[in-house]
DNA sequence: CTAATTAACATACAGGCTGTATGTATGCAA
DNA sequence: TTGCATACATACAGCCTGTATGTTAATTAG
């Protein structure tokens, strides 16, 4: 706090607004056809301060990608607390994402161009690390109270459910009937878990 | 059949071995990293007769991914006979349908990059005319033999089960256990339909 | 049967984009 | 204040896509 402009100050500001620009871009027009001499004049800079903060164009959509999955579990967080029953917690998280998902381009931001663009594995952790395991775990406490685990395979279940809630949430971002959609999660929830 | 080549005969030979060859890059490769000088290069061609066949790349893509779609399509006619129960006809035409994306390259060509290059709408355009509704009608099939339609949006329903097993299909394929996705999904569709 | 037209390519070109290499100015550390 | 590293800007090389133009062979018209 001694130079009109200290160095970390610079770069925090450069990236936020190359962050920003990018993903407005990305979320508009979609990576491929996004350019960085687009990106950049967006966001006030040069080319040049975009390959000096990010390794290249894929690493700037990481970069964006992550921040936007953190910012669906953040709006997820809380949503489901401790005090409900498994299967209502289930309920209303699958819902809170939902309605995260519903931000304009997130969902095919995160669910049809970061896997083509970042490949599966490195989203399959970004998820692990944000939604699957809550969505396990909630699985897990659901099926133990309905007293009903053996046999089994609760990961492969979590992962064709967590597809399930995608799918939704794509299909609601395009026209569906959110009512509908909604209503097919929560009796796919119920039956799977309750008897 | 009067000339030693007649036009009819090249192009078909033409366009076979530029699906082929793209084929085999776009599976390797991927969109993206597949160039075009590549493609040709492989078909034993030039950039001149692609241009001629296909209005550009993605056009050329599309065509591929819809003989791939095709193929799928084809591999699961049959395996699902109109003789089953009709629950044992879902999961058999499921178990068929994880058995046809086995193949080398099909999840990532026709669930990951095919929606990111063309697009979602036309995937979903392409699965309703495919797989979809046949799915769909199983399913209705089902519930109406378990007599409990009233009120469920099995459009819905459909959709949510089809990513199921779009998932179950990459899932296997990135390495997971065929045996537990194939039990999931088969719970998936029990617990769903009967009661 | 020949002339004209069209189809099926091959070649050449223009523009744009990505990543890197290089230059410069400013903060920071000794 | 002198030297070094950081945060950029500018310049460049190579590749790729789509189009325009040429060429050869097949098909159609007269």
């Not at 001694?2 to 190359?18: F, G, H, I, V, Y």
């Not at 519903?102 to 995160?110: E, K, Q």
């Given at each position: ?20 620009a ?12 996004t ?78 161009e ?6 599966m ?7 692990e690390?944000?939604?699957?395991r ?62």
């Amino acid at each position: 706090m001694q130079s009109p402009r200290s160095n970390q100050d610079r770069t925090e500001k450069t990236r936020a607004a190359l962050l920003s620009a990018a993903r407005g871009l990305f979320i508009e027009k979609g990576y491929a056809e996004t350019s960085t001499p687009e990106i950049v004049a967006a966001a006030g800079i040069t080319r040049g301060a975009l390959y000096h903060h990010f390794q290249d164009k894929r690493d700037l959509f990481r970069a964006v990608v992550a921040e936007e999955a953190s910012a669906v579990a953040a709006a997820i967080e809380g949503r489901a607390s401790a005090s409900m029953q498994p299967v209502a917690a289930l309920i209303a998280g699958s819902f809170a994402y939902l309605e995260a998902m519903h931000a304009p381009g997130r969902t095919r931001l995160l669910l049809i161009e970061a896997p083509a663009v970042l490949g599966m594995a490195e989203i399959q952790a970004l998820d692990e690390a944000n939604a699957a395991r809550t969505l396990r775990e909630g699985l897990e406490a659901a099926f133990s109270q309905a007293g009903r685990d053996p046999g089994l395979p609760l990961a492969a279940l979590t992962d064709l459910l967590s597809a399930a809630f995608d799918r939704a949430a794509l299909a609601i971002d395009a026209g569906g009937s959110a009512a509908d959609y909604g209503a097919a999660i929560s009796v796919l929830i119920r039956r799977l878990v309750l008897n």
